[in-house]
């Protein structure tokens, strides 16, 4: 899929530009834009540092247990198939909170760990089940207190005030976490009456 | 109502960063150590995604700078004005349920068209927080256990960006006005 993105936009662009005569200046602009990858690269090299060593600090606080112990009844809510003091639900409210504090290289870890003990309660193993794919449809909403490298994108293009859309970010991402939850939790139902007949 | 909205913007990472220290610090862990380490990780992040963001950018540069990123506005704009969403912002929201890294670089090349500050800079950063690489992330998590049936989660995960997608412009037009 990628692939044939990328291909278009290249080669796509080059054979518009031979249509409206700027050849010329799409060469250039390709040079350009190879260049300023890696000045953009250098720009963000300082604001990652500064935040992913904050956040090792932050891991090695156990911030991530802290919280995810008063998530796990909420998460009892969200799950009610899944017995009581199952490890996934523990594994599952760590990985939420290592994404909403933007821990990403903690949160894949503790998400596969999530992953692994729902499968065990699975008992189609070919198959997710329903705590699969809601716990799924959360974690690809993206909550996330802080969204780190888009203030760093924006701080390396000069924006005057790189963190204002850190509220409009919060907002948009619980609009989107709230509506995937409601269609998971109705094609729920939906997909077990129809496996249930077949 | 706006006005504590942008006091939340402006003071979350510097509230973020004390409570971490503060934490940090009551929790006895050698700050100084910790952050070397994680900083480690910011150049090794960095050289990760350059390739990436090359690829990206010089792609979208070509496809602008020849006037077909033009064409392709003009062609599906009656399309989204219909819903409100500025034409401009399609590239992004079609490639970040894809591909994190290759958002990354489409996004570096709006802000650096449209600027940073544009209603176009600041929906475009919003859309890229609020949702995640729906695709990627579900085929990894699901590859790590063997199942290849995806049932209704990309329904619903895609549903999810969209209606992100859909909030971004309109809390973006509310905050910071189109």
């Known amino acids: 899929m990628i692939n044939i993105i990328w291909l278009v936009l290249l080669a796509g ?56 112990r008063k998530i796990a009844p909420l998460l009892r809510l969200l799950f009610p198939d899944l017995p009581s003091g199952s490890p996934a639900v523990g594994a599952m409210s760590m990985n939420i909170i290592a994404n909403i504090l933007g821990l990403g290289n903690a949160a894949t870890p503790l998400g596969l760990k999530a992953m692994g003990e729902l499968q065990k309660l699975n008992p189609d193993k070919r198959s997710p089940s329903d705590a699969m794919c809601l716990f799924l449809v959360i974690n690809t909403a993206s909550l996330q207190i802080i969204p780190t490298t888009v203030i760093a994108l924006r701080s390396a293009a000069g924006s005057a005030d790189p963190s204002e859309i850190v509220s409009s970010t919060l907002a948009a991402t619980l609009c989107s976490l709230l509506s995937g939850v409601t269609a998971a939790l109705i094609l729920k139902r939906f997909y077990r009456r129809r496996e249930g007949r077949i | 109502m706006i006005g504590i909205v942008q006091a939340v913007s402006r003071f979350a990472i ?22 070397i380490e994680g900083a480690k990780e910011g150049l090794t992040t960095v050289v990760r995604i350059l390739p990436y963001l090359t690829a990206m ?122």
Do not use: H
């Open chain 1, 13 to 68: 662009g080059f054979i518009v530009a031979f249509f409206t005569g700027q050849t010329e200046q799409t060469t250039q602009a390709a040079f350009d834009s190879a260049k300023y990858a890696v000045e953009l690269g250098l720009n963000l090299t300082g604001i990652y540092c500064l935040w992913l060593g904050l956040m090792r600090v932050a891991e090695k606080a156990g911030l991530i247990r802290v919280f995810s």
């Open chain 2, 14 to 35: 510097t509230v973020f960063i004390i409570f971490i220290s503060a934490i940090g610090f009551y929790r006895k862990v050698p700050v100084y150590e910790a952050f």
């Open chain 2, 57 to 178: 950018l010089t792609a979208i540069g070509v496809f602008r700078s020849s006037g077909a990123m033009e064409l392709l506005i003009q062609l599906v704009s009656p399309l989204t004005e219909l819903a409100g969403i500025p034409a401009e912002l399609l590239p992004l929201a079609f490639m970040r349920p894809l591909s994190g890294s290759a958002s990354i670089g489409i996004l570096a090349e709006m802000l650096r068209t449209y600027g940073a500050d544009s209603f176009i800079g600041r929906t475009a950063s919003t859309m890229m927080g609020s949702t995640e690489t729906t695709l990627y992330t579900a085929g990894i998590y699901l590859g790590s256990v063997g199942i290849k049936d995806t049932r209704y989660i990309l329904a619903a995960g895609l549903f999810a960006d969209f209606m992100g997608f859909a909030a971004s412009v309109v809390v973006c037009s509310i905050l910071f006005g189109s």
